[in-house]
């Protein structure tokens, strides 16, 4: 395949806005393709397909959502056709709707964020479901009993073992860390109030297990960093515990070419006050240290008005979201292993609270300087859902449509944030930085998020010229070609044209196999049979994830040895 | 030879530490199973080979013949019901639906006379549950109302809720506290610290009025609710706040008396209440070993659990309408497919005869009362014993059932498959 005179942004490569040919064969960037289909991109933007680091799409929390929102259901109906199964659903779509929009909107690669390892077959049923995109799992990891007491006894060895046994049993990629020892808290009903507040039963704080699994992921040498949501999030006030969490780890170097650490949905945890009377953005804070500190990185979060689901493995936090709103409310506790809770919930534009919540992710964005510290997301769909990234990349590139937005908006949102005095406006090149290549270094995807020689042939192309168009002044041109690619290819075959799916291959799923000393392996195998024999309520002999859950793997090593 | 670690696939408990004892391709002992598990293993009458109804008997044919007859009927039908899934694996459901968005039909589970009701409740409230390993390492108190594990999940008990132990309950049973609440004095009665008779139908206004004193209205209240002394729901009510961890397991009792949906309303209600003074959690004790598996199944494909009317291409949800008694029940169902199931012995009167009147395809390893009004018999493999695959047990646990013995049978996801490929040829020759 050979893609023609399309405007090119391939920032990890350094090509911004370069008239060229782009060549695929058997799935691959090549230098020159010897034949095959001719696309014809003159005048059109040109990117790799767009990688999503973070999004609530398959598993036992996202079905729950499914089960207890039928009203969600409704909203997103497309009938089957000759190629497609039926698509339902708008925040929390089926697993056919979830591969189709993705597709449909020139993205090629969406990571469930967050599945705990006793439910992972689950997560993998889904995944297995979504068709076209690559797709892959991180692991949560901070509430897990054997994680607990490797941090109690400070054996590093022991946890970095646990980590890629826990890895290797949940076909997963990286390490997520939620509200750490808040989960385990949650089991008799609590819940940990800042960094150094003892987890019940287990004398260890969450600044240790932080860092503990800090360490245990560089020492594995794993190809993403630790993904945090932190304690205390979606709580007024909650930047300092933000910020203190990050000068906590100030000290601890990446052992691979990328952040130390990455933050979640900073959105959710850059909010001053003293409770929700004096509400307010500290997220010029929060940037202002990011910008000083470039081994970390975080992603949005970005709120969308409208419906959402949030979901989350940080259980407290979702029962505080049921008992405020009067919401429906689903919990689940995984033994041993984490919580979870889901709650329904609708972001309103005069809502003072939600409209200062929206400004903060775009001040987020906007304030922190260099776009490969930050990518965009909204924590689908717990900020909203992500069919609507290109109304948040409208609103990054232009100032005029953030005014016409604040306009309609509860007044708040221009007192208590930073957002109107903002005048930057991103550009193509930070657009595909933050939608693209950004999260796949940020995961440390070495084949996703450029179009380089050897790179994936994932290629998305929108019908909007950039060297003509002005996004700052015609940013619904921007945000109408961005909902609708004029070409997804993915791996070298075209998937979706003038925003219809065409094609509906099957992906593949991205999982870490560590290697670690026998020794260290041999000491988590002893306290696992011992865990099982007492405490879990399956054996272990069926707990590990099996391959027939996982058809089209792509692995990826690491590891100590 | 043994086999280890087994999965049962009898009861929503899906215990997974059954040892097989297998002798020259047979099960010849089972090993910690209870006695309704060991009867499934060691095996009872099966369908001999497929059959078709010729002349008003069921004669047996090949597998060609009845895949032929059975996608025939399903072509011919404007609204097939395809029903059943309870007792299969998630494999076969996948290619269920599938089939049912091929012939345009409607597609429900057993849940539709089970824990339905349950569901609706969670789309009224949500539900605020956990694994079951959660409740045997932390729970305190056990509320079982209208479920009787002692008979429907014999070894419930033991391994999950109340005799079971865990990092926090060490002295199992002696260190909980049981509730059980009932329309008559059951096994797991016997079991209780604290029993409470109800009068049947009755189960929203007690748990309406243990709500009120949780929340500080008991005041309310008059002496007697349904015939239960005030003291007593208080009583229950100070132990529910006492608990450290309680757990509320809740039955069919609850589901299928009157009141159904707004009784597990009420229950998932009262837990969500009973979280602003303590930790608690409420689970549904399913069934079969697989139906919580095709809820999951068919809500991450179609976006709803159960009772999915797929006539028009997308998928619509109204239980009540689209629901498989609904549908027999209006006469609407002009031929119905039954996978590992057996509506003819329990779904209520009018909607078998119903069935009676139209094709019935059956799909099962077993003879049962669903047979006799069969046009079409396929018989398969038992799935985990003959044939591997996911099962979800009754927390929403995903584990791989495991193949013990080899079967001359197809599997219950191949027979579907065979089935849908001759309807899309019919399709393709029209």
Redesign the interface.
């Known amino acids: 395949m050979i893609i023609e005179g399309g405007i090119v942004y391939d920032p990890i490569n350094g090509v911004l806005g370069e008239e060229m040919d782009i060549s695929i064969e058997d799935g691959r960037v090549v230098e020159k393709a010897g034949g095959g289909e001719v696309i014809d991109a003159r005048g059109m933007l040109v990117m790799p397909g767009g990688v999503d680091a973070h999004a609530h799409i398959a598993g036992g929390k996202v079905n729950t959502g499914r089960i207890m929102r039928p009203e969600d259901g409704r909203r997103g109906t497309e009938p089957r056709t000759k190629l497609l199964r039926p698509s339902t659903g708008y925040t929390v779509p089926n697993c056919y709707a979830i591969g189709y929009r993705y597709a449909r909107l020139g993205y090629t690669t969406a990571f469930e964020a967050a599945t705990p390892i006793l439910e992972a077959r689950h997560t993998h049923e889904e995944l297995e479901e979504i068709p076209i995109i690559d797709k892959g799992a991180l692991t949560l990891f901070g509430n897990n009993w054997e994680v607990l007491e490797c941090v109690r006894d400070g054996d590093l060895g022991k946890l970095a073992a646990f980590v890629a046994w826990g890895l290797r049993a949940s076909r997963g990629y990286g390490v997520k860390v939620v509200n750490p020892g808040g989960g385990e808290a949650w089991g008799f009903g609590g819940n940990v109030k800042g960094i150094d507040d003892p987890v019940p039963s287990f004398d260890v704080t969450p600044r240790e297990i932080i860092r503990y699994l800090m360490r245990a992921n560089e020492a594995l040498r794993l190809p993403h960093s630790v993904h945090l949501h932190t304690n205390n999030l979606g709580k007024p006030g909650n930047y300092e515990t933000t910020l203190e969490t990050l000068r906590a780890v100030e000290d601890i170097a990446a052992t691979r070419d990328r952040q130390v650490l990455h933050v979640t949905h900073m959105q959710f945890s850059a909010y001053g006050g003293t409770g929700w009377r004096d509400f307010e953005s500290r997220a010029s804070d929060i940037a202002d240290y990011f910008n000083k500190h470039n081994q970390f990185t975080m992603d949005m979060g970005q709120l969308i008005f409208g419906s959402a689901t949030t979901m989350t493995a940080d259980a407290p936090l979702e029962y505080g979201n049921a008992r405020l709103l009067k919401a429906k409310w689903s919990n689940h506790d995984i033994e041993l292993e984490e919580s979870s809770g889901v709650v329904p919930l609708v972001y309103g534009r005069k809502n003072p609270i939600n409209a200062i919540q929206w400004a903060i992710g775009l001040e987020l964005a906007l304030l922190t300087e260099d776009p490969w510290q930050m990518i965009m997301t909204t924590d689908h769909p717990n900020g909203g859902p992500f069919v609507n990234y290109p109304e948040v990349v409208a609103l990054l590139m232009s100032r005029r449509k953030r005014e016409e937005e604040m306009a309609t908006l509860h007044d708040l949102a221009s007192k208590r944030t930073s957002l109107p005095s903002i005048e930057r406006e991103m550009d193509w090149n930070d657009v595909a930085i933050v939608t693209r290549a950004g999260p796949a270094r940020i995961l440390g995807l070495q084949e996703k998020g450029h179009l380089g020689v050897g790179a994936d042939g994932d290629v998305s192309i929108y019908e909007i010229n950039p060297e003509k168009v002005d996004p700052s002044r015609d940013h619904e041109v921007v945000k109408a070609a961005l909902a609708r690619a004029k070409y997804t290819i993915k791996a070298g075959e075209v998937v979706a044209r003038d925003g219809e799916v065409v094609a509906v291959p099957q992906g593949r799923t991205y999982w870490v196999d560590a290697s670690v000393p026998e020794a260290d392996a041999a000491r988590v195998r002893a306290d696992l049979v011992e865990k099982f024999a007492k405490y879990y309520s399956i054996q272990l002999s069926n707990y590990m994830v099996q391959d027939a859950y996982v058809t089209r793997p792509r692995v990826v090593r690491a590891g100590v040895i | 030879m043994m086999e280890?670690?087994i999965?049962c696939p009898f009861c929503g408990c899906l215990c997974?530490?059954i040892k097989v004892e297998v002798d020259e391709g047979r099960i010849v002992g089972v090993k910690r199973a209870c006695r309704l598990g060991m009867s499934k293993f060691m095996g009872h009458e099966r369908i001999a080979a497929p059959m078709v109804r010729r002349d008003g008997e069921l004669v047996e044919t090949s597998y060609e013949e009845a895949y032929e007859r059975a996608a025939q009927i399903l072509k011919a039908a404007k609204r097939p019901l395809l029903y059943g899934w309870c007792s299969t694996v998630?494999e076969t459901a996948?290619m269920g639906i599938l089939l049912a968005?091929e012939v345009g039909g409607v597609i429900d589970s057993t849940a539709t006379v089970c824990h339905g009701p349950s569901?609706i409740g969670?789309?009224?409230?949500?539900?605020?549950?956990?694994?079951?390993?959660?409740v045997?390492?932390?729970a305190d108190l056990i509320v079982f109302w209208g479920a009787n594990p002692a008979e429907a999940h014999p070894r419930h008990t033991l391994?999950?809720s109340s005799n079971s132990?865990?990092?926090?309950t060490p002295e199992g049973r002696g260190g909980r506290k049981v509730i059980v609440v009932d329309v008559r004095r059951t096994r797991t009665a016997k079991n209780a610290d604290k029993f409470v008779l109800i009068r049947p139908g009755t189960d929203y206004e007690v748990i309406a009025a243990l709500r009120m004193i949780v929340k500080g209205k008991g005041d309310l209240l008059p002496d007697a609710v349904a015939g239960i002394a005030k003291s007593d729901l208080e009583e229950v009510a100070d132990m529910m706040k006492a608990a450290?961890?309680g757990a509320v397991l809740i039955g069919l009792g609850l589901t299928h008396s009157r009141g159904r949906y707004k009784n597990v309303d009420g229950a998932l209600s009262l837990v969500?209440d009973l979280?602003?003074f303590?930790?608690f959690?409420v689970l549904a004790m399913r069934g079969h070993y697989n139906v919580a598996g095709f809820?999951?199944?068919c809500?991450?494909?179609?976006?709803?659990?159960m009772a999915v009317d797929?006539s028009?291409?997308?998928?619509y949800?109204n239980p009540g309408e689209t629901a498989a008694c609904d549908l027999l029940a209006r006469r609407e169902a002009d031929a119905m497919m039954v996978v590992a199931a057996d509506p003819a012995s329990n779904f209520p009167r009018k909607t078998v005869e119903a069935m009676a009147e139209i094709p019935v395809i059956q799909v099962d390893p077993f003879p049962n009362p669903t047979t006799f009004l069969s046009d079409v018999v396929i018989p398969t493999a038992v799935c985990g014993i003959e044939a591997e695959g996911?099962a979800?047990r009754m927390d929403?646990?995903?584990?791989?059932m495991k193949k013990v013995v080899d079967s001359v049978y197809p599997t219950d996801e191949e027979v579907v498959e065979n089935i849908l490929d001759r309807v899309r040829r019919l399709g393709d020759d029209n």
């Open positions: 280890e670690d999965l997974d530490d998630c996948k968005e569901i969670i789309e009224e409230k949500g539900l605020a549950g956990s694994t079951l390993g959660q045997k390492n932390r391994r999950y132990t865990g990092m926090f450290k961890f969500a979280n602003g303590t930790k959690v809820g999951q199944v809500a991450w494909e179609t976006g709803y659990p797929l028009r291409g997308a998928p949800f996911t979800y929403g646990l995903s584990l791989r």
